[in-house]
């Protein structure tokens, strides 16, 4: 099997790579592309730095065409509502003619999307389920949701075999990695597991829909497997917590005390503080999975690796 990972250097990306080089069984060639790399450490993965945006390398980059395409590559929230012609070439027109290009070269391919959850934007207090309409708050939610649709119409006409994945703010992203509105969901993990001060810019109650790395490539790994259904749009069961009940899981873990100065920014409150229940039982039935508990969600980002 033939299979790429676009946003292979990112955080999700990185950690996708290894387990598919480890783990997946019929792997005959993995091609890893990113705008460039830190470090370029799979035996037996082809990397393949350039912009998706570019056509030429796009066109290199797809031949002779791949079973299993992940789609990871993307400009952060934050950045692209601050660059708006970068989120929109990046976000948008990329991924609609790159997923194009994929089924050119390989009609059945598998394409595996990594959405966000910032398609529902404000959806109230009234518990999440496949039924919940879609208003998003953000620019780059907007381009994720009509990503979703035009997949989903590319899978309706037999064109490709997508999934999209409706993913949370996943933790803990390296404190580098910026651009991310829901970068405090992060910050916590890494501002307690060092002992140091931090002004959270949400309250205590604020309350997160969490995933770890380690949870979102397993679920990354079970939509590439799945039978092709009428289900294009999965949103993956996640674990509901607020922000104070997720510092105490990593107090427990590291035996340090949490330093926060809990903040009111009513904006990111709104936007990534504020979400309600999740019926994933669609998602569940399937076979997708969260983390355990809170204690696994702490653990799988403090104990370092790729998880």
């Given at each position: ?120 934007g404000d959806v109230g207090s009234g518990v999440v389920t496949d039924r919940t309409g879609t208003r998003p708050l953000l620019t780059y939610g907007a381009h ?116 926060i100065d809990w903040g009111d920014d009513q904006n990111l409150t709104r936007i990534f503080g504020a979400m309600p229940g999740l019926d994933a039982a669609s ?25």
């Open positions: 099997m033939r299979i790429l990972v676009t946003g292979a250097d990112g955080f999700l990306g990185r950690s996708l790579a290894a387990r598919l080089a480890a783990q997946w069984s019929g792997l005959e060639h993995l091609v890893l592309s990113d705008r460039q790399f830190a470090t370029e450490t799979i035996a037996g993965a082809d990397y393949a730095t350039g912009d998706l945006g570019d056509a030429a390398f796009l066109d290199h980059l797809l031949q002779p065409g791949f079973d299993l395409v992940f789609h990871l590559a993307s400009v952060p929230g934050g950045l692209a509502e601050q660059q708006q012609e970068l989120g929109y070439r990046a976000n948008l027109l990329a991924p609609l003619e790159f997923a194009r290009k994929v089924s050119a070269g390989n009609r059945h391919a598998r394409f595996v999307f990594a959405s966000s959850i910032a398609v529902y994720k949701l009509m990503t979703e649709m035009f997949l989903s119409d590319m899978t309706r006409r037999g064109e490709l075999s997508a999934v999209n994945l409706r993913f949370p703010g996943l933790v803990a992203r390296p404190p580098s990695e910026s651009g991310h509105g829901s970068a405090f969901m992060s910050l916590i993990f890494h501002k307690i597991a060092a002992g140091e001060a931090y002004a959270c810019p949400v309250p205590a109650t604020a309350t997160c829909w969490w995933m770890s790395r380690s949870a979102a490539v397993d679920v990354l790994l079970h939509a590439a497997r799945l039978e092709q259904s009428s289900l294009a749009t999965i949103q993956p069961p996640v674990l509901h917590a607020t922000v104070s009940d997720v510092s105490r899981a990593v107090e427990h873990l590291t035996g340090k005390t949490a330093q998602a569940l039935e399937l076979g997708f999975k969260a983390d355990a508990n809170l204690d696994a969600l702490a653990i799988a980002p403090l104990s370092g690796g790729l998880s």
